[in-house]
């Protein structure tokens, strides 16, 4: 994919010059479901992206065109509703944030593709939506503070897409960096880069090609827990604001006695913060044994408390346990589906990925695809 051929599919589509933006999907190495409990996280932009190329109008509509589904929607400015195209949603949800925002946008053409695999976790909804909103800021005119095009697409997710994310993966595509992780306090939004050395080590994903259904709701649903966790904690200790401010101690007083689901779920959060600040300093220290003992720790966390993984992804971790060239490995992203991130020796990858096709395909009867990754930088106009 490159920024020529897409330039003529736009032209080809809509008769005229566009500006072409690219933004990055994310993998996470550590800190999954803290962003929305205000907590730390530390992912980073991959090179596998979504390009948005949009022109103006002289009307006030607004022409879609989604390569991938080769479907197109039409509708106005004035009248930014949900689509029945789940795709252009996070379109127009950004078209109709930035309105809400009060910034001025007129009638556009956006032509959508990428490289991003969809539904595997890599966050290609968070990638359209900040292409689409750092395009339409560049087509017209408009300044919007980086952090603030991040809350916009973030804003634009919960809204039309009706999944009551956080910020990691939106600010992840606005502000990553190639060679380095992001280490992000979702509560200040402070944010540190990291650089990434993994000398002698690739990460690996092994995309489980499922998605299993009601994976929004469900997330949502642990989102609910969490907050209903810090609401009887903050019915006696009245400065507890968010999970951030919860410690264990507090947890076992005041949620555990009430429900243990919400207790462990909570519980997870508070433990993954800690790992995550933990992991922080090992990368830094180039200390990836730990870090990878890290991830197995959280892979067992969200499957066992947090309850967000499903059979394959379990398979995969349990299976890559018993390899001594691989030092860690856990699901990713929201979960329920989507990949898996391995660190594995740089020398025994293929090895690796065949081992593991194999014994997947044998299991479940399904192709497991594997990506080796590389990073990449944030969002960005590229013509
Ligand atoms: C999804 C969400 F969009 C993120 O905000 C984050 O909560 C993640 O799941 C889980 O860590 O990717």
Redesign the pocket.
């Known amino acids: 994919m490159n920024t020529e051929s897409i330039k003529l599919a736009f032209i080809k589509q809509f008769n005229h010059e566009p500006i072409i933006v690219k933004a990055p999907g ?1 993998i ?1 190495i550590i ?6 409990n205000d907590g730390y ?1 530390m992912p980073a932009a991959i090179n596998k992206a979504i390009y948005a190329a949009v022109s103006r109008r002289s009307d006030n509509e607004i022409h879609l065109y989604a390569e991938s589904y080769s479907e197109s929607v039409q509708t106005t400015i004035c009248n930014l509703i949900k689509s029945e195209k789940s795709w252009a949603n996070y379109i127009l949800g950004v078209a109709d944030q930035l309105q809400k925002w009060g910034y001025n946008i007129g009638g556009f053409n956006l032509y959508i593709d990428g490289d991003v695999p969809l539904g595997a ?1 890599l ?1 290609s ?2 990638a359209v939506e900040c292409a689409t909103a750092y395009a339409l800021i560049e087509l017209f005119s408009l300044s919007v503070p980086k952090l603030d095009i991040a809350k916009i697409a ?1 804003k634009a ?1 919960q809204t039309f897409a009706g ?1 009551n ?6 600010f992840t595509s606005v502000f990553g960096k190639k060679n380095h992780a992001l280490l992000l306090d979702c509560k200040s939004m402070k944010h540190e880069y990291i650089p990434l050395k993994l000398d002698g080590y690739t990460l690996v994903l092994l995309n489980t090609n499922v998605k299993h259904a009601l994976v929004d709701s469900a ?1 949502n649903r642990r ?1 609910q827990q969490c907050e209903q966790g810090v609401a009887w904690v903050k019915a006696k200790v009245s400065k507890v604001n968010t999970l951030r401010d919860v410690d264990l101690k507090m947890l076992d007083k005041y949620v555990k006695p009430k429900d243990i689901d919400v207790y462990q779920k909570c519980r997870f959060v508070i433990e993954e913060n800690d790992r995550v600040l933990q992991a922080a300093e090992q990368l830094k220290n180039g200390d990836l044994k730990n870090l990878g003992l890290a991830m197995f720790q959280t892979h067992y966390g969200l499957s066992r408390a947090y309850r ?1 993984s499903c059979e394959e992804l379990d398979f995969l971790v349990d299976s890559v346990k018993k390899l001594p060239y691989v030092l860690g490995a856990r699901m ?4 329920f589906g989507g990949c898996t991130l391995n660190i594995v020796a740089t020398k025994k990858v293929e090895e690796f990925i065949e081992k593991l096709q194999k014994a997947y395909q044998k299991e479940f009867l399904i192709k497991l695809d594997a990506y080796e990754v590389e990073t990449g930088d944030g969002t960005k106009l590229i013509l």
């Open positions: 994310r996470n800190g999954e479901h803290t962003d929305y996280v976790g966050s909804s968070a973030q997710e999944v994310c956080g910020i990691m993966d939106q997330y989102r967000v990713m992203g929201g979960g």
